[in-house]
C-alpha cells in the first residue's frame, strides 16, 4: 500500500485481510481497504474479480471465512465484522445494491418513506425527510406518484439513491451505480454522488466497471484482479496505470 494512502486520521471504513469463499470458489483473498472521511472511494476490477462479494461481506449479507471490518460513527470505533445488516443501517451504513433496486409496485414517494420509516423517529420526521429528497431530485419530484416500475432503469437507480439517504447515512456503499444508464444519465447521477459526498458529507465506496467515470469523481481507487486487490492509489494514479495497461494490452 502506498504511503500516500496513510491516512492523518482513522478511517470512517476499514477493512482487513478480508477472505471470502462460497464453498470450494473463493472469491476474495487479502482484501483490505479504507474510506477516510470525505472521500469518494472506487472499487474496481473485471466481472468476477469478487467486487460485490467484498462489499456484501461489509454489509454482513455474507460471512468471510477471515479478515475484518472496523467502522468508525460517532468518534466511535467498532467491529462491525459480523453485525447484522439491519444493524449497520441504525449505525448510519446505507447500502444501494446493483440489482431489485426500488420497490416496483409502490409509488416513489412511497418507496421512499419504506426507506427511513424504521429509523427516522416518526411520520413526520419522515414526511420531512422525503420533501427534502424531493426537493433534491427533482426527476423524482415530477414522478413522485408514480409507480417504481414505470420509471426508466436511471430514474429508478436515482431513486434506489436517493431512498439511501433516506435515514441520513454517514457512509453509502454503491454496486455499479452507472449499470445500464445513458451518457447524460450517468453524468447526472455520478455528479449527485460527487454532492453528496462534499455537500452532505456522505463518505462513498463504490463498485464500477466505468473506470474512467468513476476515476473523475473519487479520490483513490482499489483495483481487483480476480479474488485479490492488484493495486490502489489516488485516482490520477490508477488512471494512469490503466491506460498504460490499455496501451500494452491493447485493451
Ligand atoms: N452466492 C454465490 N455462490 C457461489 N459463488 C458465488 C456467489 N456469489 C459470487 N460467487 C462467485 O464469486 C466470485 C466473485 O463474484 P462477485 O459477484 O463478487 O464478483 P464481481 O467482481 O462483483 O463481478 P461483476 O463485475 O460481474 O459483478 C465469482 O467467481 C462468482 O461466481
Ligand atoms: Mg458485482
Known amino acids: 500500500m502506498e504511503p500516500d494512502d496513510a491516512p492523518a ?6 477493512v482487513q485481510g ?13 482484501v483490505s481497504l479504507r474510506v477516510n472521511r470525505g472521500e469518494i472511494v472506487a472499487l474496481l476490477g473485471p466481472n468476477g474479480a469478487g467486487k460485490t462479494s467484498v462489499l456484501k461481506a461489509i454489509m454482513g449479507l455474507v460471512r468471510p471465512s477471515a479478515g475484518r471490518v472496523d467502522y468508525l460513527a460517532g468518534g466511535v470505533r467498532r467491529e462491525i465484522t459480523r453485525v447484522p445488516t439491519h444493524d449497520l443501517a441504525r449505525l448510519g451504513i446505507a447500502n444501494v445494491p446493483s440489482a431489485q433496486i426500488v420497490l416496483p409496485r409502490m409509488t416513489v414517494e412511497e418507496n421512499l ?20 429528497l424531493l426537493n433534491r431530485f427533482p426527476l423524482l419530484a415530477a414522478r413522485a406518484g408514480q409507480l417504481a416500475s ?6 429508478q437507480r436515482q ?49 464500477e466497471q466505468n473506470v474512467r467515470k468513476a476515476l473523475e469523481i473519487a479520490d483513490r481507487a482499489y483495483v481487483m484482479r480476480i479474488g485479490g486487490i492488484e493495486f490502489s492509489g489516488p485516482s490520477d494514479e490508477v488512471a494512469e496505470m490503466e491506460r498504460l495497461k490499455d496501451a500494452y494490452l491493447g485493451g
Open 113 to 132: 418513506l419504506v426507506g427511513g420509516l424504521y429509523l427516522l423517529d416518526d411520520r413526520r420526521a419522515a414526511r420531512q425527510r422525503v420533501d427534502e
Open 159 to 207: 431513486l434506489a439513491i436517493a431512498r439511501g439517504l433516506m435515514p441520513g447515512p454517514r457512509l453509502m456503499l454503491l454496486d455499479e451505480p452507472s449499470l445500464g444508464l445513458s451518457p447524460i444519465m450517468l453524468n447526472s447521477v455520478f455528479g449527485m454522488l460527487a454532492r453528496i459526498c462534499r455537500e452532505d458529507g456522505v463518505d462513498i465506496l463504490m463498485v
Open 9 to 14: 486520521v482513522a478511517p470512517v471504513l476499514e
Open 18 to 30: 478480508l477472505e471470502i469463499s462460497y464453498g470450494p470458489v473463493v472469491a476474495a483473498t487479502d
Open 150 to 155: 414505470s420509471l426508466s432503469g436511471g430514474e
